[in-house]
């Protein structure tokens, strides 16, 4: 039994038995703790197993001494042997292990008991025959007989090699290659990996040829050197499917076969009851939908013997949780159904009567395969009525929970090819016929659609259902980047012999419809199969090749979150805190709920449980959000007490006006949330409870004596979001969320009620932080002008194919003093009918094939209402060309206004839906989305509006604001705020948490916000809001988008590029730099009492611009001139739009440290301006410098491109030494500004 110890690693001589088992997969080699654990199936469901040390054992033998815990069990209780049987071999293995010394191979102990077992089951046979006839005894029985053995690699190399018949100069070896595929060589050059470290495992041989013929044949198990053939290799029967029906299908270890499982209809279902583990997929879901082209089409020429076993080997490698398959015939499913792995991995099959009566019918059909879960209910659906019922197509509808509570239907369907009659419209029927039935459930079809993007009559319908039913590669996808064709004759063989039209086809999908309960995230779907195989791997000389079938697969990681709705959860006005003592001396006498609940208007209840994940930011959050930018806050009037009957309750009462606002309101969310609604037997009636009565008589003596004192109001500016703890009852409601309503924030000001602590709002004031109401009135001004001008010309009278809206983003939109009004003009094509249209619809349709032409055309159009009304207003005026057109006007006030032009075309929806932000949510308008993420997530607007100017002010005047200049933009600032706001603001107790938020709280998250960035991982770490379920699209440009930048700030809308992508090495450094600046100076000074954090907070943004800091040696200083003021800020716009370039070569290509100024100077009445780049090396060495020469030159050329250029644009540049630039700034000059 002794083994002689080899040089190989001991992971390869675990992999070595895997020779002398049945099959590879009986070994198993997976992690437990700080071992390794190894399981090894035997025959008769015996397991071997033990535990190794992967560190301690690397280059040890496997021999007993060196493993942990061997022992022999059975693997199940389906072990076939008797008490006896199994008595007897467990002591032959503890005889064997007492027997083994220091040098036993574990190799050897596996052979010995599968010999001892082979022998015992062959005397047990014999004594069992001895009592029956010849007649009794099965063909099973016989092949049980050690003749019929098949004889494994090691016997058959030990026969060529010991065999003196056998010429072993003759003889090849095929052997498989982890990543290379079949190989060949002599038998005479074979190295075993025991005896050479560059030689083969005896488990991936394959093969062995004598004179070029195959004699064994691992595989196919044939072998002809000892007669002990196995045709596929498996002792079950060849056609399994003989005694199968339609149904629903496991594998029964214990016969040997499969077996038929119960199951009921969809329409017997009743969803109430809750769904058990062993019928709910798993979270996280991986899927796979596969045409793999039937044996009914030219079998010879597809080759489909080859295809279907590589085909299942695809299956086997991957093991997906559920695969749909499609053109499945009996011949596949005999295949399929022999499978080690789908037998051993408990595996679920459905199987359509079209499949197994496939040869006598010349059909085809569908499976659904599903890993250790089954479904709950399946039916089979027609997918088309038709006189005959014998050829009506099917669909596979099976259901699965996702939770207790909520299930998700699967459709593995496969519709009519272009072969058939009608076959558009039965397409159109079909889809048309699920998506009615099937609107109130969640539901995947997946499969084969048979028609691409290009179908007009098919897309028309998925078109129509866009909003319910979303196409998962389109939602990650851009089809004009990424066609995702399945189908393509272009580069598929199969394809191309299959196809008559030779049309590439998006052929294979996955569609999906959700209910609000229900959300999920595309980990990954891609396009496999791609590969070719060939048709004769065992013949050197035949280079033919064929694809795995005509379609490519098409696989799915998909995650799934279920959603509850609970009493836990509202949405509810607040009334301000200023009413509260008019309202709870009632409550706290006659309201149970009064340490529970704040005093509250109730407009959801119950509502979602938000967990604080992206879905429910991107699919409650945001969308409630986009409903309320359409309502303007308001004033709330309370005028009586009054009473429900029914339920014995007393409240306050809204006057009229009020009451109609609230209930308009309300009614727009029960649409957005439908299903939050449980109140279907009576009207929505908002009231204030002040009191809650368990008797008749309590209730009445309460109801005669309350009285309202005094009426009052209070402004509606927010909604709450109120939720509690899911364990604990008496808890109290504290907010989660506070979303504001109307479109645009108030700007935070002195004179603001309800926001934050009076001594807050001193602070700010006397720093100078508030933007002056003059400065916001002349913004909001321009804008409402500005809307009123373009709604002149757009509207409803003028267009009927066409909606547009005029829209604020950026600072403006969030209440923060910025320096320009951004805003965007979204031009929307709508579906409507021809006779419908406008003379100006019919113009702009002429020219939405030409987009360049469109969008001159509506920039034109604006241009002239904008000079027709505000022409006297306007100081200049200029058009922009970027990704969207750009009006940039700055009026005689300095008011600037930046105007981004949009235009969508070709978009198929209802014109029952005007152009907002709730219908085009899944369409994001420029900016806008943006801005509105943000505000979903900082829990507290207000808060968030304190300190983001106050870090804004900071940067600013630190001279680290900017993002032409290689710092961070405003966006960039924004979410580094709302990262701090989302994380340290939770949870907010109670309305005081905000509208008393003290100097004390802001220091300490102003402190949070610099220790948080100063001590973050910029090299390696990225800043987003939501880390654990961001995902990045997989576009390339995407990737490039995001890696771009030394300081990865992602924004949190698609597509989810870096905000901080203008950001180089020096100028992360430099704003790191900067954060650990504000740490070091209060670590330096008190910050013990109120005045103590009052006094820091004012020192903090008493830091100035270090620029040129200490470690600047030079400076490149750019000097513009211009004979006019318009003609100056359009060429210093166009150095700024070609600085990030420069100042990326000046790093990458040079290699070079530099520190840009934060701003321009502007000196001679606006017509001369100066910028500066620090750099740490000496003006010689700079200008000696040639890399740096080139890259400055190459800059400099670009101002002769500007279009725009005039005589008098003049441009020039010095490279001076630190001493001197400040030696310059010294001499009096005109006033210099900085802008």
Not at 233 to 258: K, M, V
Not at 843 to 852: F, G, N, Q, S
């Amino acid at each position: 039994m002794a083994d002689s110890n080899s040089t190989t690693t001991f992971i390869d001589q675990l992999n070595s038995l895997r020779s002398i088992l049945r099959s590879d997969d009986h070994l198993h080699i997976q992690p437990s703790g700080d071992y390794e654990q190894v399981r090894i199936k035997l025959d008769h469901d015996i397991q071997l197993g033990f535990f190794f040390d992967s560190l301690d054992s690397l280059n040890k033998s496997l021999t007993v001494n060196n493993v942990t815990d061997l022992r022999m069990n059975k693997s199940s209780n389906k072990c076939p042997l008797s008490n006896a049987e199994w008595t007897t071999i467990r002591k032959y293995f503890d005889e064997l292990i007492r027997k083994s010394n220091k040098s036993t191979s574990v190799e050897s102990i596996i052979q010995s008991i599968q010999d001892h077992l082979l022998k015992l089951t062959i005397t047990s046979q014999k004594s069992k025959q001895t009592d029956k006839t010849l007649d009794d005894v099965t063909p099973a029985e016989d092949m049980s007989s050690p003749g019929n053995k098949f004889r494994g690699t090691i016997s058959i190399f030990n026969r060529i090699l010991h065999d003196k018949t056998i010429d072993r100069s003759q003889v090849m070896l095929g052997y498989e290659d982890r990543f290379t595929g079949i190989h060949e060589m002599p038998f005479n050059e074979f190295k075993r990996v025991e005896n050479h470290e560059t030689g083969v495992p005896m488990h991936r041989v394959r093969y062995f040829k004598i004179n070029g013929n195959i004699v064994w044949d691992r595989t196919k198990k044939i072998d002809l050197l000892t007669g002990s053939d196995q045709p596929n290799g498996a002792p079950i029967e060849n056609n399994p499917s003989s005694n199968l029906a339609q149904g629903l299908y496991r594998f029964d270890p214990s016969l040997q076969q499969w077996v038929e499982c119960p199951h009921i209809s969809l329409a017997s279902d009743d969803t109430k009851i809750p769904s058990t583990k062993e019928t709910c997929l798993p979270e996280r879901c991986h899927f796979l939908s596969w045409n793999i082209l039937s044996d009914n089409y030219q079998t010879e020429s597809v080759h489909t013997c080859q295809r279907h076993h590589t085909l299942l080997y695809t299956l086997k490698t991957l093991l997906p949780d559920v695969i749909c398959l499609q053109d499945v015939t009996v011949s596949f499913l005999n295949l399929l159904l022999n499978e080690l792995w789908l037998q051993e991995n408990n595996y679920y099959i459905v199987i359509m009567k079209s499949v197994i009566n496939s040869e006598q019918n010349k059909s085809c059909g569908q499976m659904i395969l599903t890993k250790n879960f089954r479904p709950r209910s399946l039916t089979m659906c027609p997918l088309h009525v038709s006189g005959d019922a014998e050829t009506t197509k099917e669909i596979i509808m099976a259901r699965f929970g996702l939770s207790p509570k909520i299930t998700i239907d699967l459709a593995n369907l496969h519709l009519f090819s272009d072969h058939c009659d009608n076959v558009e419209e039965k397409r159109c029927q079909t889809l048309e016929n699920i998506f009615n039935k099937m609107k109130t459930n969640n539901y995947m079809l997946i499969g084969d659609f048979n028609f691409g993007d290009y179908n007009l009559k098919e897309q028309d319908i998925l078109e129509k259902y866009q909003d319910e039913v979303h196409d998962l590669w389109k939602d990650i996808y851009h089809i004009d980047q990424n066609p995702g064709y399945t189908f393509d004759p272009s580069s598929n063989l199969c394809a191309r012999i299959t196809s008559t039209s030779q049309i590439k086809l998006r052929s294979d999908r996955y569609l999906m419809r959700t209910l609000d309960t229900l959300s999920y995230s595309i980990e990954h779907l891609a396009i496999i199969g791609t590969e070719t195989i060939p048709i004769n791997p065992f013949d050197d000389d035949d280079f033919q090749r064929i694809h795995q079938s005509d379609h490519y697969a098409l696989q799915l990681v998909m995650n799934f979150r279920t959603r509850s709705i609970s009493h836990r959860s509202a949405v509810a006005i607040l009334p301000t805190l200023n009413t509260w003592p008019l309202i709870d001396p009632y409550r706290q006498q006659y309201d149970p709920s009064f340490d529970r609940w704040p005093p509250h208007i109730n407009l959801l209840w119950p509502f979602f449980d938000l967990t604080d994940c992206e879905e429910d930011q991107e699919n409650i959050l945001l969308q409630l959000r986009l409903l309320l930018c359409q309502y303007e806050s308001f004033s709330a009037g309370i005028d009586q007490i009054d009473s429900f009957i029914e339920n014995k309750t007393i409240y306050m009462k809204l006057n009229q006006q009020s009451e109609n606002q609230v209930k308009q309101l309300q009614a727009q969310l029960i649409k957005l949330f439908p299903q939050c609604s449980n109140n279907n037997r009576h009207t929505y009636s908002p009231h204030m409870t002040i009191g809650q009565f368990e008797n008749e008589e309590k209730f009445k003596e309460a109801k005669s004596s309350l009285i309202l004192n005094e009426s009052f109001q209070f402004p509606v500016h927010y909604i709450y979001i109120l939720q509690r703890s899911l364990d604990n009852d008496t808890e109290p409601f504290h907010i989660a969320y506070q979303l504001p309503l109307g479109s645009v924030l108030p700007p935070i000001n002195s004179k603001q009620l309800h926001s934050v602590d009076e001594k807050l709002q001193q602070f700010f004031q006397t720093m100078n932080l508030y933007e002056s109401e003059q400065s916001y009135q002349r913004k909001q001004e321009k804008f409402e002008k500005l809307s009123s001008c373009f709604e002149q010309i757009f509207n409803n009278d003028t267009l009927h194919c066409f909606t547009h809206s005029f829209l604020p983003y950026g600072s403006f939109r969030i209440g923060i003093n910025g320096q320009d009004v951004d805003t965007v003009f979204i031009l929307n094509e709508i579906k409507c009918d021809n006779n419908q249209a406008t003379s100006f619809d019919e113009a702009l349709r002429e020219l939405k094939h030409d987009p360049t032409g469109l969008n001159d055309h509506i920039v034109d159009l604006l241009e002239t209402q904008i000079n027709g009304t505000m022409k006297n207003e306007i100081l200049h005026y200029r058009k922009i060309q970027a990704l969207f057109p750009i009006i940039s006007i700055v009026f005689h006030d300095q008011t600037k206004v930046e105007i981004f032009v949009q235009i969508k075309t070709n978009k198929e929806k209802s014109a029952k839906y005007d152009l907002n932000l709730v219908s085009n949510f899944h369409e994001p308008i420029t900016g806008v989305h943006e801005i509105e993420y943000l505000l979903v997530h900082v829990r507290s607007p207000p808060i968030f509006q304190y300190l983001l100017t106050f870090v804004r002010t900071w940067a600013q005047r630190v001279g680290l604001y900017g993002r032409v200049y290689g710092y961070l933009g405003g966006y960039s600032w924004a979410i580094l705020c709302a990262y701090i706001c989302h994380k340290f603001l939770a949870p907010i107790k109670s309305l005081s948490s905000i509208e008393q938020f003290s100097i004390e709280e802001f220091f300490s998250l102003v402190q949070q916000f610099f220790s948080t960035f100063a001590h973050f991982n910029w090299l390696g770490d990225t800043v987003r809001l939501y880390p654990k379920t961001y995902k990045q699209k997989s576009l390339s440009d995407k990737l490039l988008a995001y890696h771009r930048g030394s300081m990865r700030i992602i924004s949190p809308s698609a597509p989810f590029n870096n905000t901080g992508r203008s950001t180089s090495n020096s100028t992360r450094d430099l704003i790191s730099e900067g954060f650990e600046r504000v740490l070091e100076l209060i670590d330096t000074i008190n910050t013990i009492t109120l005045d103590d954090k009052s006094n820091a907070l004012r020192q903090i943004l008493e830091l100035t611009n270090h620029f040129p800091n200490e470690k600047m040696k030079s400076i490149l200083q750019l000097t513009l001139s211009s004979d006019s003021t318009d003609e100056l800020h359009a060429w210093t716009g166009w150095m700024q739009s070609r600085l990030a370039h420069f100042l990326n070569d000046c790093e990458e290509e040079c290699h070079l440290s530099i520190q840009t100024q934060s701003s321009i100077e502007y000196r001679s009445k606006n017509t001369e301006a100066f910028y500066s780049i620090g750099f740490q090396v000496d003006p010689q060495s700079l200008n000696q410098h040639r890399y740096f020469s080139y890259w400055l030159k190459q800059f400099l050329d670009q101002f002769n491109l500007f279009p725009q250029r005039t005589e008098s644009m003049k441009v020039s540049h010095k490279i001076i030494c630190i001493h001197d630039w400040k030696l310059e700034r010294m001499q009096p000059k005109p006033q210099r500004i900085r802008k």
